[in-house]
């Protein structure tokens, strides 16, 4: 060890210690992946998604429609997106509906978005239940348009499509959240191996007195007939181990299947 007490780590060790335990490694990592598919199926609450769109235009001639008249419309587009999110139109929403929801949750449920260069806008609502998102989803569209209109002094609001009754959850993602926590896991067993063997001072070998004490060794004294038995039975546990770990991680692959 040198004066200043610096910790030296060899790298081909560091690999020899997390291959030793890799089947600990990967055993931790199935375990924490199928805990979080666990949590994600009993405790996250499905949400599905219903989406309406709504096409705003200044002018309803399109035989007067002039590309300025285009641009102008382009350039509304956020407006009419903040005219969307307002106070006026949430709870015209609320009361229409008699949710049982405050300004600042029903703008947590919905999005409004526009696809670039047009001037179509899309309002997405999540809910859990798919029945009350794709009702909330039209009855936005219906109260947005006619203020839309009010404010910005403009003929109409066409709907392009109505907002259907979603039959797929949108979230959680079950196979997302096991991955995640399956790496999480790995990465923390990994953690916690390498912080045990750098923690770990202990004089395993010949190698260790003249590494980490900067002595030379005058002999070894060999090991005795019982002290080798010991190890030898304390090997063929470990591989024993080994082997009811692999077969453990093979029966939880196929549940995961």
């Known amino acids: ?15 020899h210690v997390l291959l030793n335990k890799i089947w600990v490694i990967i055993l ?15 405790f996250v609450t499905p949400q599905y998604e219903s989406t309406t769109k709504m096409y705003v235009l200044s002018k309803q001639d399109s ?66 239940d798919p029945y009350e998102a794709c009702e909330i989803a039209n009855a936005i569209r219906d109260v947005a348009a006619n203020h ?8 109409a609001v066409n709907v392009v499509e109505s907002a259907n009754i979603p039959e797929q959850k949108v979230s959680p993602s ?9 790496i999480l896991g790995v990465i923390a067993a990994v953690a916690i191996v390498l912080i045990a063997y750098i923690s770990n001072d202990t004089i395993k070998n010949q190698e260790d007195v003249e590494r980490y004490l900067g002595l030379s060794t005058l002999g070894t004294i060999p090991i005795s007939e019982d002290e080798r038995k010991k190890k030898k039975r304390k090997k063929q546990k470990k591989q024993n181990k080994k082997k009811i770990m ?3 991680k093979q029966k939880m692959f196929k549940l995961i299947k």
Request: no cysteine; proline share 0%; charged share 20%.
């Open 1 to 15: 060890m040198q004066d200043n007490d610096e910790i030296e780590v060899d790298v081909s060790e560091i690999v």
């Open 28 to 42: 931790v990592g199935v375990i924490v992946g199928l805990v979080a598919i666990a949590s994600t199926y009993l």
């Open 63 to 128: 035989n007067t429609l002039t590309s300025q008249d285009m641009q102008t419309s382009l350039s509304l587009t956020k407006d009419y997106a903040e005219l969307i999110k307002s106070r006026t139109v949430t709870e015209g929403v609320i009361t229409q509906l008699n949710l049982n929801l405050t300004h600042e949750q029903l703008l947590g449920k919905m999005t409004v978005d526009s696809a670039t260069d047009t001037r179509i806008l899309s309002i997405s609502v999540r809910d859990k």
């Open 148 to 155: 839309i209109k009010n404010v910005m002094d403009i003929d």
């Open 174 to 182: 079950v196979t997302k959240n096991g991955v995640i926590g399956g």
């Open 246 to 248: 692999l077969q453990l």
